[in-house]
């Protein structure tokens, strides 16, 4: 130690700098060699000229700088169709209506699906006693009522209304339908309790979107007005169900006809939907005519049982089973073995006559 | 004569036990990096390989022929930074 002090603090300030420069020299030398021996072991190994490439390909991927292209020097298409897929029900839907499509679908908008839910959860409503005691007024109705047909959905087992005459309508219409086992399926998530909203929320509600029950999950359809999975009949139904006779469709939906739905739901539907050529009743006009006879006075109880050949006759005009998708209980049982499906069946629509009115608004 | 290369290893000696040539190496080489510095040498590198072939390159050659470069190509900044962190370790030393 003593040595070291004396030898170091002997030094004078040129030599001092001498050795600062030599020890500089040997660090820089020091990373030169470190970058050699990179070097030669990336050559050696194979790796050193990976990232080349040749000039031609270089050219190849020259990123683009001029107005009016993109980097690859594509044009870019401001207009082009992007669509995106909608993660909850994954429906395509076109880019510049994600967002609007978005809010209604996770649940930013009082109406959206999962804020509705939420409310049910939370909630016992008053509305639920209200439409038990209409249960119990119509419990000895007739089965033809309109009403009693959406009790009978209510409290599927309840009924058993069973005829023979029935049985061999939906017989027949079951062996027809059983050989296309493809329903479409009716969404349970999407609909709305409407017994435990109340009047001034049904009102709005039904002023927006759709709002027709579902025999299946006993909730309202959230779609447009002009959901082309129910009818206008249907629709006319529900708001006269709910709101009472005066009510009726928002003018939105007035001046709908059966090839004004939205574009790409309609396409859809049209190449699902089998006209039958040769019959001479036009759906639409057969649908009106029955559904006003339906809704007229909440339910008619007149025997306009519709006979056999009437049912398949409307049967095939109604398509494919998938056009009325929004029946989607009697698609279901009659995707079961018929001698199953006629019990399942009936207590669902309280009889075989219902099935024929239903699909008369099909 | 003598003195002074005994002088030189008692320095060294420091510089390793301390730790500081470490710590120096590391600064230097952060630094190469940031300003480029390595990538014009390996630029030079494949200059070089090329001119050899790929299959002749040696270490020798590759140091002969980097080293000067690597030398003159240190930025300013750098080597002042360098050289006033090793006069700061040569003082603390020197006073002690």
């Not at chain 1, 609909?191 to 001034?200: D, F, K, Q, W």
Request: aromatic share 6%; net charge neutral; charged share 30%.
């Amino acid at each position: 130690m003593k040595m070291e002090d004396m030898s170091l603090s002997g030094l004078d300030n040129s030599k001092l700098e001498a050795i600062a420069h030599e020890i500089y020299t040997e660090l820089v030398e020091d990373a030169c060699l470190g970058l050699c021996f990179e070097v030669h072991r990336a050559v050696k190994c194979g790796y050193f000229f990976l990232d080349d490439t040749d000039p031609d390909s270089m050219k190849d991927f020259e990123i683009v700088d001029q107005p009016g292209v993109d980097i690859f020097g594509q044009v870019y298409n401001q207009w082009k169709n992007k669509e995106c897929v909608c993660p909850n029900c994954s429906r395509s839907i076109a880019a510049s209506r994600f967002a609007p499509h978005l809010e209604k679908c996770l649940g930013m908008g009082r109406n959206s699906s999962r804020i509705a839910n939420r409310r049910i959860a939370s909630s016992n409503n008053l509305n639920k006693s209200e439409s038990d005691q209409e249960d119990n007024d119509d419990i000895n109705d007739n089965d033809w009522s309109y009403g009693s047909e959406k009790k009978a959905k209510k409290r599927k087992s309840d009924k058993n209304p069973n005829s023979p005459r029935r049985s061999k309508s939906l017989k027949h219409k079951n062996g027809e339908i059983g050989g296309n086992p493809d329903p479409f399926k009716y969404s349970n998530s999407a609909g709305i309790n409407y017994e435990t909203l109340g009047p001034e929320e049904l009102r709005t509600l039904l002023t927006t979107q759709c709002g027709v029950i579902s025999e299946h999950t006993k909730k309202m359809c959230t779609r447009s007005l002009r959901c082309p999975q129910h009818t206008d009949e249907q629709r006319r139904a529900v708001r006269v169900y709910l709101l009472g006779p005066s009510a009726s469709l928002p003018e939105a939906e007035a001046g709908v006809e059966n090839d004004s739905f939205e574009v790409a739901e309609s396409q859809a539907l049209m190449s699902r939907l089998q006209w039958d050529g040769s019959s001479d009743i036009s759906p639409s006009d057969s649908a009106s005519s029955k559904a006003s006879e339906c809704s007229g006075a909440g339910g008619h109880t007149g025997g306009t049982d519709p006979s056999e050949g009437q049912i398949l006759r409307h049967r095939s005009l109604c398509g494919s089973k998938t056009g009325c998708s929004g029946m989607s209980s009697v698609q279901e049982g009659l995707n079961r073995p018929w001698l199953q499906s006629l019990e399942h069946l009936v207590p669902h629509l309280g009889g075989a006559g219902k099935f024929g009115v239903h699909f008369l608004g099909c | 004569m003598n003195k002074d290369a005994q002088m030189r290893a008692t320095i060294n000696q420091k510089l390793i036990e301390t730790g500081e040539r470490e710590r120096l190496k590391e600064l230097l080489r952060a630094k190469l990096i940031e300003c480029g510095w390595k990538d014009q040498l390996k630029a030079h590198c494949k200059d070089v390989i090329k001119e050899k072939g790929l299959e002749h390159v040696t270490v020798d050659d590759l140091v002969a022929e980097i080293t000067p470069k690597g030398r003159a190509l240190v930025p300013d900044s750098v080597k002042k930074e360098l050289l006033q962190r090793i006069r700061t370790f040569l003082a603390q030393h020197a006073s002690l």
